[in-house]
């Protein structure tokens, strides 16, 4: 990086044009290939050329075969017994349960829609920038399913895992009991215990539920557990691949609008907020004395590609952006 600053011959007497210049220079030759990056995980949906077809299509085989070559997670196999208890996850437990279970099945409840209804403030947000899950809504009983997977969890582990649960859920869910159907071929329900958002919790968010304001907020939010695309990418892969004939237009919606948004809005809003960062280091540091501290802006400049490679910088910038446009 020192290098490449000597190269571009910076002075004290740079003027506004010329300080812009030198920013998009450092942008293009730094930066440009991080900010194109920062989707690939997104666009490896897309219709793609044939070799991103077949990737795709090889890492969705691998999510099935695992389902069902893998149905427990235990070192040590553990006996079924009638004190044992199933958990229906529908979100993020679809693709990645942080918790021990000896058997797992596909399969829906009846009677309820899944809806990105809920601001996460601890997982896929922060407090001052919430981001979007999924919660359950009420529906028709004969005509409404939600699809996701059925953990059975043992019962000398019953209650650790409950405990667990109770606490990553503590943003709004609560506990209830429902019956789980299997798929895709059927047999006798389950009981299982299921944890819903209500619409009375502090985080419910359906008062905002048209589909492209979900989808910005999403496309521009990240917390502890990751970016808030991520969740709505994972959970719609497994979706398709576990349930190939299930729809769900609430989520295909919102995958789309939010592709859009990446495809179309966020190369511009990164290189402008990428390039303002930039021009505000070469400001500050060639403002300071007659000598131009070419190390301190090389240094700056490998800190600030250094946030760029942490989950959530990109989230962090776009809102940003988006927020300097509307003030």
């Not at 953990?151 to 667990?164: C, E, G, N, P, T």
């Not at 419910?204 to 907020?217: D, E, L, M």
């Not at 939010?258 to 500050?284: F, G, T």
Request: contains cysteine; charged residues 25%.
């Amino acid at each position: 990086m020192l290098r490449f600053v000597q190269s571009l011959r910076l002075s004290n007497s740079l003027k506004a044009p010329e300080l812009s210049a030198a920013a998009a220079e450092i942008y293009r030759q730094c930066f440009a290939e991080l900010a194109a990056t920062a989707g690939l995980l997104e666009r490896h949906m897309s219709n793609g050329d044939q070799q991103q077809q077949q990737q795709q299509h090889q890492q969705r085989s691998a999510l099935l075969h695992c389902f069902d070559a893998q149905p427990s997670n235990q070192l040590e196999s553990i006996a079924p017994s009638a004190d044992d208890v199933w958990i229906f996850g529908y979100g993020s437990l679809v693709w990645k349960a942080d918790f021990p279970y000896i058997d797992r099945r596909r399969g829906f409840v009846c009677g309820y829609k899944r809806r990105f209804y809920q601001h996460s403030i601890d997982h896929r947000g922060v407090p001052e920038k919430p981001g979007r899950v999924v919660t359950l809504l009420p529906g028709d009983m004969a005509a409404d399913r939600v699809y996701g997977v059925a953990y059975r969890i043992a019962a000398s582990q019953k209650s650790q895992v409950l405990d667990h649960l109770d606490y990553r859920e503590k943003n709004g869910y609560e506990r209830c009991n429902l019956e789980f159907h299997e798929y895709p071929a059927a047999t006798m329900p389950i009981e299982v215990i299921m944890y819903v958002a209500t619409q009375a919790n502090d985080s419910y968010a359906g008062h905002v539920w048209q589909v492209p304001c979900i989808a910005k907020q999403i496309f521009t939010s990240a917390g502890p557990s990751g970016p808030n695309r991520e969740y709505l990418f994972n959970l719609s892969i497994a979706m398709r691949e576990l349930f190939p004939d299930a729809v769900d237009e609430h989520l295909t919606e919102l995958v789309d609008c939010v592709q859009r948004y990446i495809e179309s809005e966020e190369p511009v809003l990164l290189e402008r907020a990428l390039s303002a960062e930039i021009a505000s280091i070469l400001s500050e540091c060639l403002a300071k004395d007659a000598t131009v501290p070419l190390e301190e802006i090389a240094q700056r400049l490998e800190a600030l590609r250094a946030r760029c490679q942490r989950p959530g910088w990109r989230e962090k910038l776009l809102n940003q952006e988006l927020q300097g446009q509307i003030s």
